[in-house]
């Protein structure tokens, strides 16, 4: 099961959709008081820490699911089983936090839950406080199982996070797939700004099935996601053309967003300026207008 490290290295969409906001703005001469360079250098930074803290609870919630997978089927078997509970995940998030299973046996559904208590930095730098609460309904590996997120006082970093995660495995004999679904998020900042949003993406797994090498494993993703920020301001965007993302290369490598904003449409295209190569350029086109971005 390699999905988390597939969903680790995809690109923040919410930092291309500034640079769409920046231009709608600019250009257009909406009635509203345009934004600044410095604001929209604001909600970049604000949009991949909100993104990036939930990729982080969706590969900690995978990792645990699966090493509890694993340890099911070993109990099944009627070996050990729990040898060393939960070890790859707690060589990232530290072995202060509690983890329990309930029912702590090879039987599903079942829940497990991280408490990191008052909080403290995980092996991996990172702090968090606060419980992920994660029911699943079967082995994450299986086809058709669901695993549901939930959170409880939970903070990562500086950022207080809300929300739902529902991850279905859509898998069938013709290949690997997960469907990840966002509800009811939100991410609040110290200062008080807040950041919600929707997102529904389909992951399918199209090279390195059949291999152990995780570096090989190439996904395509497709779906959609709508942003609201806290002055009203609210974005969409959708995956025309599906977006590649190898997992030797941190960018995407190929596929096209439209983005709208109000009653503006903007695209941007990965593929450029070589389709299917790993680079980090993409091309912003709007009213027969383009400009070339650098991917962070």
């Known amino acids: 099961m390699k999905f988390n ?18 231009s709608c703005k600019k250009e257009n001469g909406d009635s509203k008081p345009p934004i600044t360079e410095a604001e929209a250098e604001v909600y ?7 993104e990036a803290s939930f990729d982080d609870l969706l590969d900690i919630s995978m990792t645990a ?11 099944d078997a009627g070996t050990a089983g729990r040898l060393f509970p939960f070890l790859k995940l707690k060589l990232r998030i530290g072995v202060k936090a509690v983890i329990t299973v309930t029912p702590d046996d090879n039987t599903y559904p079942k829940v497990v839950t991280i408490d990191f208590g008052p909080g403290g930095n995980g092996n991996d730098g990172r702090f968090r406080k606060g ?3 994660i029911h699943i309904s079967g082995p ?5 199982s669901v695993m549901t997120i939930t959170l409880e006082d939970y903070h990562v970093g500086r950022l207080e996070v809300e929300g739902t995660k529902v991850i279905t495995n859509l898998s069938t004999n013709d290949g690997i797939k997960y469907s990840v679904e966002v509800k009811d998020a939100s991410i609040t900042w110290p200062n008080g700004r807040q950041y919600t949003y ?18 090989d494993d190439v996904y ?3 779906g959609n996601t709508k942003t609201v920020y806290q002055n009203g301001m609210e974005t969409s965007i959708s995956i025309s053309e599906a977006l590649i993302k190898k997992v030797n290369c941190q960018w995407i490598s190929a596929g096209v967003l439209e983005a709208k904003v109000k009653n503006h449409e903007f695209q941007l295209d990965y593929g450029y300026p070589d389709d299917g190569e790993c ?7 709007w009213r027969n207008k383009e400009r070339i971005v650098t991917l962070p």
């Open 5 to 22: 490290v597939m969903n680790r290295n995809v690109l923040s969409i919410a930092v291309i959709l500034c640079l769409f906001v920046v």
């Open 44 to 50: 970049s930074l604000e949009s991949m820490e909100a």
């Open 65 to 75: 699911a699966e090493e509890e997978a694993l340890a099911s089927a070993a109990r």
């Open 131 to 133: 419980k992920i609460i």
């Open 140 to 144: 994450i590996r299986e086809p058709g």
């Open 198 to 215: 929707e997102r529904l993406t389909y992951t399918t797994q199209i090279e390195g099935a059949g291999t152990d090498d995780i570096m």
């Open 220 to 222: 395509s993703i497709e």
């Open 279 to 285: 680079d980090n350029e993409a091309l912003l086109k």
